[in-house]
């Protein structure tokens, strides 16, 4: 069985998180409290305030996630055997001791890295910002950290900060750049937090007495140091930080004082996961595409290509870019953002499969991103699918069946009908339009030859050519005035 962050978390939220807090679990958003210690940001801001903080965010609404760590060395097989799960949580799911998972840095010298062709890729795919994990649950620093020296300057033979060399990278190519912390769990720190898994027992779910500690002395001694560090030490960056699996011990209280860091940094964007009853700026819907999104509402479907975040050798499902793109004009078409992730091996080098789909995406979005970026939800939303009368989802709600014809996107002046299924008669139909159509054309017509229309009351058909532009999207555009 194949695990990700919603199924460790799934029906542990009453065990492991305050009710104030919960853990996100099968999609569902982590419950908040406006009562807080410490008022963040969006607390205070006026609504133009926030629309201004989050422009460039909503705009961009395609992103690369990295998962890369220490995990890639044994990527997915200890002790001989292939282990169940996602790459990154190889600690945990094996029950691996402390000391024998921080003796695996000195075995860790990435050469292959590059930041520049890291960089090169994602603005090939068309992702606007990268967030790489700066530190994941098994608490090695992928940065230059003074703070503790599991880290990969000075524990491991590379000796280098990768992530400076991406925040100069992205300068230089014009990528925005964000940073996962797990602020809760830390397997490798004493009174680092962990989630249940196998066998492990509470209240802490430690499986080595070299995890056992105090949680809070744990955040001040190492997490909110790092943080610090992540915050100030490279230049313009991050312009997102990235927390994960929020546990009961983040206390409201403990939550305030990251909290009062991050108010430092007033253009930050910070997610739901902090934990503390802190709502953040986005929610984070994992691995999956919420049926009608979270209309009025900043959010990221964040995605693998296979079945794992970080490296696994013996994870070859990867998703076809067909899929990879109807995710992505699927998500914009509801306002949110596709957060898609890579996994780079132990020699810094991303799976060949990765890079070939993520060129191919880049090629379609060459021709049709302006039906991506800045764009704003479709005007219709039936086109998406709808609910069934009679069956039921895992928790025993209507399943929502979709529908893969077509799907839309709107700015103030265009409509963008990106069509999944060419019409058999080549005429494309809307029922109704609530605004009135001047022309149309294909946006992948370099010469953007205007397209027979036939308006009837509310209703419109396009005459579109025989055969498809483009065999997995084509977009067509109408123009529009109010």
């Given amino acids: 069985m194949n695990l990700n962050r919603r199924t460790f978390t799934a029906g542990l939220s009453t065990l492991l998180v305050a009710p104030s807090a919960l853990a996100q679990i099968e999609g569902e958003r982590i419950a908040t409290s406006p009562a807080h210690p410490v008022k963040a940001i969006q607390d205070t801001e006026t609504r133009a305030q926030r629309n201004a903080r989050m422009a460039w965010w909503r705009a961009a609404r395609f992103g690369m996630f990295i998962h890369w760590g220490l995990y890639s060395i044994p990527a997915g097989v200890w002790d001989g055997k292939e282990i169940p799960g996602i790459g990154e949580w190889i600690m945990n799911r094996a029950s691996i001791p402390v000391a024998d998972y921080k003796a695996l840095a000195p075995k860790f010298n990435p050469t292959g890295f590059n930041a520049h062709d890291i960089v090169a890729l994602a603005k090939a795919a068309g992702q606007k910002y990268i967030v790489i994990t700066a530190k994941h ?64 027992q509470p209240p802490t779910f430690h499986w080595d007495p070299a995890q056992n500690g105090d949680f809070a002395t744990y955040l001040h001694t190492k997490a909110i140091p790092q943080m610090k560090e992540l915050l100030t030490n490279y230049g313009d960056f991050p312009v997102v930080i990235w927390f994960d699996t929020p546990t009961k011990d983040m206390t409201p209280a403990l939550a305030g004082e990251i909290v009062e860091l991050l108010n430092q940094h007033p253009n930050l964007i910070w997610n739901n996961r902090l934990g503390g009853g802190y709502k953040g700026d986005t929610e984070t819907p994992e691995q999956y595409i919420p049926a009608t999104g979270y209309p009025g509402e900043d959010w990221e479907s964040c995605m693998t290509m296979n079945d794992t975040w970080g490296y696994k050798s013996h994870d070859t499902n990867f998703k076809s870019t067909e899929t990879l793109l109807r995710n992505l004009i699927d998500i914009a078409s509801k306002g949110g953002n596709y957060l898609l992730n890579i996994g780079p091996d132990s020699h810094g080098v991303v799976p060949a499969p990765e890079v070939e789909r993520l060129h191919e995406v880049g090629k379609w979005i060459a021709v049709n991103g302006d039906a991506i970026y800045g764009t704003q939800p479709t005007l219709f939303g ?21 529908a893969w014809d077509w799907r839309s996107t709107t700015t103030p002046d265009k409509i963008y009908i990106s069509i999944f299924n060419w019409p058999a008669n080549s005429t494309f139909h809307l029922e109704k339009l609530p605004r009135k159509v001047t022309s149309a054309y294909l946006l992948a017509d370099k010469a953007r030859k205007h397209l027979k229309l036939i308006q009837s009351g509310d209703s419109l058909d396009v005459h579109l050519p025989a055969t498809a532009l483009d065999s997995i999207a084509t977009v067509l555009v109408l123009n529009t005035s109010k």
Avoid at 145 to 154: D, G, L, P, Y
Avoid at 171 to 181: C, E, H, P, R
Avoid at 386 to 396: I, L
Wanted: proline share 7%.
């Fill in 382 to 402: 039936a086109e998406a699918g709808s609910f069934s009368p009679t069956e039921k989802d895992e928790d025993g709600k209507p399943k929502f069946i979709p």
């Fill in 137 to 200: 649950h098994d608490g090695f620093a992928m940065f230059d950290s003074k703070v503790n020296n599991f880290n990969i300057v000075a524990a491991t033979p590379f000796k280098r900060d990768p992530l400076r060399e991406l925040a100069e990278e992205c300068k230089k190519q014009g990528v925005k750049l964000g940073f996962y912390y797990s602020q809760d769990q830390d397997w490798t720190a004493p009174g680092g937090a962990a989630l249940k898994t196998g066998d492990h």
